[in-house]
């Protein structure tokens, strides 16, 4: 009796075609059983593979076509067999009909739910077709002519061209009594701003009134982008919706008030952390967009070179200790505490975190919430975290004398302490621990490293391209012609994918500073911040400069975006 031959997994037919190699789809699985998120979604959160590349090793495994949409024309009378609201709420496209049979382009071919809720809906045979769920997106909006951005700005025009009349004064009177958040077509508006932001990976939304008219601006990547401006006269209203939406007082125009939101866009859950401050022309609104499964992120996925991600994780194992994350506000010191907090989340760990605020909750991990109003400060709160017997303790910031002494004093009784400084470099962080006021021979004998970084936008996958920078420019740098001979320099020429920013996504840059018996002994002795940069560097530490000029040149980012967060000192 013959064998019947089985069939071959969609990852192995990924691995034959030679897109990624095996230990990269079982480091994918590995952190996917983590993070509880899909092995195609981690293989291309990671970049091992592309989604053209993943659906078509999909298609192949389930027999199903393959369709670049880029390349499809779609006939309009079957684009109406499909209702939006069913297209885009399941990520799917009609894409051919032929004797009562619907050809349905998808992205998850195992999703046999969605196949047979469109059996019932459209009262068809349904053949699926596969392409990347993000070209399914981008159909989705070309096809039925809407998308998110351009529904807002048909909302403003709305907006411009009725009748509706908010009153507007200096102080926003009137205008946020008259508006009936149950109702008004304002609610609309502030539902399309906040779609559009998520749909544009935005991290957050600023809403800034001036003597003439609103400006709404995203961050993206770090970067600030301008939408399309409200008419002045809505700047009440829109005030009053989002002070509805997070709880805050509307009738509160002169102080500061913090607040959030919990909102649901398609899939994804988010918190909004809202910030009402009065300016001269009426109160800025600033909402923060805190996505949980930005944080489900491995240390892998970081950004770190092999052997800073080598001596992390050693680090990370370590039974006590400081290790201190430093940079600027926005550098993603947070996402970087919590990847190994995620690394070290295990149930024979006791892990207590002190934040101010906590963004993100993380599963099996006790948070605490610094409330100075009742007193709960950070070294209070640490105070009380050591009779709780904890393994690791986070401390969202040192920020004064007594929180650093309290959580050096936890890393000398046996626990493993991450905490942030602000601070420009790795080295500057001793300087500035013992400017607090913190004894030296104490931040030898207690930090064991600290981590410097900042946040650089990745070139779009979608349009990069190669090129070479002019001789002045990689003299400028300090590329050698030896170092540029085995670069792959790359930029983006601007697509739909990346807004034509010709950049999609973020990624760290890094300065490991270890704890060696020489720099402990120059700590000891106060040593000046360039002496302990020069040691530092001479023991091997690549700074966050070089960092930096090592992924211009494997092209992951550019030139530009590295002279945008890092310099090059005289040391380097």
């Not at 071919?109 to 459209?122: A, H, N």
């Not at 125009?253 to 919990?262: A, E, N, P, Y």
């Amino acid at each position: 009796m013959a064998v019947k031959k089985r069939r071959e997994s969609w990852t192995e037919i990924l691995i034959r075609q030679g897109g990624v190699g095996s230990d990269q789809v079982a480091e994918a699985v590995q952190m996917a059983d983590e993070t509880g998120a899909k092995v195609p979604d981690t293989l291309l959160r990671l970049g091992y593979a592309t989604g053209e590349e993943i659906m078509q090793a999909m298609a192949e495994e389930h027999g199903f076509d393959y369709v670049n949409l880029a390349e499809l024309a779609i006939q309009p009378a079957v684009v109406e067999l499909v209702p939006e609201s069913v297209a885009r709420e399941n990520v799917i496209l009609p894409m051919a009909e032929t004797d009562g049979e619907l050809k349905v382009i998808v992205s998850d071919p195992d999703d046999f739910e969605t196949f047979e809720k469109l059996r019932f809906i459209l009262n068809r045979r349904v053949t699926p077709v596969l392409a990347p769920r993000e070209s399914i997106l981008e159909a989705i909006n070309r096809y039925y002519g809407q998308t998110v951005g351009e529904s807002a700005d048909s909302m403003l025009q709305e907006f411009t061209d009725t009748a509706i009349d908010f009153t507007e004064t200096t102080e926003d009177e009137g205008a946020e009594e008259e508006v009936d958040e149950s109702s008004a077509p304002i609610v609309r508006l502030v539902q399309l701003i906040i779609n559009e932001a998520v749909q544009l990976r935005a991290s957050d939304i600023h809403i800034e009134p001036f003597e003439d008219r609103i400006r709404v601006r995203y961050r993206i990547d770090g970067v600030l982008m301008e939408r399309d401006s409200p008419p002045r006269r809505l700047l009440g209203a829109l005030l009053s919706r989002v002070k509805i939406l997070s709880k805050l007082d509307i009738a509160e125009r002169r102080r500061m008030q913090d607040g959030r939101i919990k909102a649901t866009v398609g899939e994804k859950e988010l918190d909004l952390r809202v910030s009402v401050i009065p300016t001269n022309h009426g109160q800025s609104v600033v909402m923060r967009l805190l996505d949980k499964d930005s944080i489900k992120v491995g240390i892998r996925q970081l950004g770190f070179s092999d052997e800073d991600y080598t001596k992390l994780r050693a680090l990370i194992q370590r039974p006590n200790g400081i290790i201190l994350v430093t940079g600027p506000t926005g550098s993603g010191k947070t996402t970087s505490l919590y990847a190994a907090l995620n690394e070290l989340n295990t149930p024979d760990r006791k892990i207590i975190t002190a934040e101010d605020p906590v963004e993100y909750y993380l599963e099996g991990i006790n948070q605490v919430e610094i409330r100075h109003n009742i007193g709960l400060d950070f070294a209070r709160v640490i105070r009380a975290m050591l009779r709780q017997a904890p393994n690791v303790i986070l401390v969202g910031e040192m920020r004064d004398l007594e929180t650093a002494q309290m959580g050096i004093q936890a890393s000398l009784t046996g626990h493993l302490v991450f905490s942030t400084l602000h601070t420009n470099d790795a080295p500057g962080a001793v300087t500035r621990l013992i400017d607090m006021g913190v004894p030296a021979y104490l931040v030898a004998s207690s930090v064991v490293a600290i981590m410097a970084q900042r946040l650089v936008r990745v070139v779009c996958q979608k349009c990069k391209q190669s090129y070479v920078p002019g001789t002045s420019q990689l003299e400028a740098a300090g590329i050698t012609p030896e170092m540029a001979r085995n670069a792959s320099f790359a930029k983006g020429r601007g697509c739909g994918a990346c807004q034509g920013q010709g950049y999609r996504g973020r990624l760290g840059l890094f300065e490991m500073l270890m704890m060696s018996s020489k720099i402990r002994e120059l700590t000891f002795n106060e040593a000046a911040t360039e002496k302990i940069r020069q040691q530092a560097i001479t023991e091997g530490m690549r700074t966050l400069y070089w960092d930096g000029i090592d992924k211009a040149m494997r092209g992951v980012t550019t030139l530009e975006e590295v002279y945008r967060v890092a310099h090059r000192a005289e040391g380097d």
